[in-house]
């Protein structure tokens, strides 16, 4: 599979992560080393490390690295600070779970040894981190194996924004069986959304599915709807950045438009993630919170001038949710579920 490129990383003192930063693809396969508190939360709040698994991982790995310039702290005061750190990076982004859910894991391993020697505490957490990491690769793994049962050769399949090998630790979720199927003599076409306004579908899953040797073909969001119309469409796979007990489900904004079409064009709609994504604490869809981002991206990000008149107000929140009626199936780690139960 496409996975030659590491996306997040530590170096190897561990002082540091290196990221590849995804706001310069596709023109640039640009790496960057951060280690400040300041550059690891800008990092994720302007995407140059994006996608719910991706995020997770890269907070735990930055929670250690920042760790490890306290070790000369005494225990409480070391405690004391790394929860105020877990705080300040999960503020970054609220919509993905991942985020939360690994700094929680991170902070609890702190809590559980808060005893111990700092250093070993320190230690502790570098081996969590790349548990994390390792866990993850297993959970796309296995994903993109079950995921590949849903396709048959020649299939048209539909993607919104980006879901493959660079937001995850390795093989993607909703791109991986595409990827996988591409190696295994499948014939898929790929019709990528765009994905406004920060254009994941047009900027990284182009990137990632021409990279694969996947017959690619971008469309812009608005396009959807004609392209099922005219049978191109064989299914819908996209991503999730937070499950909800009940199988709704949180995903870059318009992935609920494809679903609603979708249903009106009687295509199936599948939604992909690792368990690390469902939450167990929202009850349903309308628990998730939604990130709101800044009219900038919309007005003016990616055009060589404005392109709305600077007195217009703007909406942009980043994600919707998917209600679980529209949705086919949720494909995990352990299988292919019924929305309602996969948290079973
Ligand atoms: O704002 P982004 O680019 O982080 O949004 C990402 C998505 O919506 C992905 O589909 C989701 O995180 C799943 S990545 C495997």
Not at 208 to 220: K, P, Q, R
Not at 252 to 266: D, W
């Amino acid at each position: 599979m496409n996975n030659e490129i590491i996306n997040v990383k530590l170096t190897d003192d561990g002082a540091a992560v290196i990221i590849l930063d995804q706001t310069a693809l596709p023109n640039e396969t640009k790496y960057i080393t951060l280690k400040g508190k300041e550059e690891l939360f800008e990092a994720i709040y302007t995407l140059r490390v994006r996608g719910a698994p991706a995020i997770g991982i890269f907070a735990a790995y930055a929670l250690y690295v920042l760790a490890k310039q306290l070790e000369n702290e005494e225990n409480e005061s070391f405690v004391s600070k790394i929860i105020k750190l877990s705080a300040y990076l999960d503020s970054s982004r609220p919509t993905a779970v991942n985020l939360a859910t690994q700094l929680k894991r991170m902070t609890a391993l702190v809590e559980k040894q808060k005893m111990n020697p700092v250093k070993q505490i320190v230690a502790a957490m570098k081996e969590e981190a790349i548990t994390i990491y390792n866990e993850d690769v297993d959970m796309c793994k296995a994903i993109s194996k079950h995921g590949i049962t849903l396709i048959k050769k020649g299939d048209g399949i539909m993607t919104q924004c980006n879901a493959g090998p660079i937001a995850t630790s390795k093989y993607g979720t909703a791109l991986g069986p595409i990827i996988m199927g591409q190696e295994q003599g499948l014939s898929l076409k790929a019709y990528i959304c765009e994905t406004r306004p920060l254009l994941q579908g047009a900027r990284l899953t182009a990137y990632e599915l021409v990279n694969a040797g996947v017959d690619s073909t971008l469309i812009c969001d608005n396009m959807a709807s004609i392209a099922m119309s005219e049978g191109k469409i064989n299914a819908v796979f996209a991503g999730c950045d937070r499950i909800a007990r009940n199988g709704d489900v949180a995903n870059k904004v318009g992935t609920s438009s494809l679903a609603i079409l979708a249903k009106h064009y009687g295509i199936p709609f599948y939604i992909f993630g690792p368990s690390t994504t469902i939450d167990e604490n929202c009850l349903s869809g309308k628990d998730i919170e939604i990130e709101e981002r800044s009219p900038e991206e919309i007005k003016e990000m990616f055009y060589k001038k404005p392109m709305a008149p600077k007195e217009v107000k703007t909406y942009n929140p980043a994600f919707d949710v998917t209600p679980n009626e529209l949705i086919t199936a949720i494909i995990t780690e352990t299988g292919i579920h019924k929305p309602s139960e996969v948290c079973n």
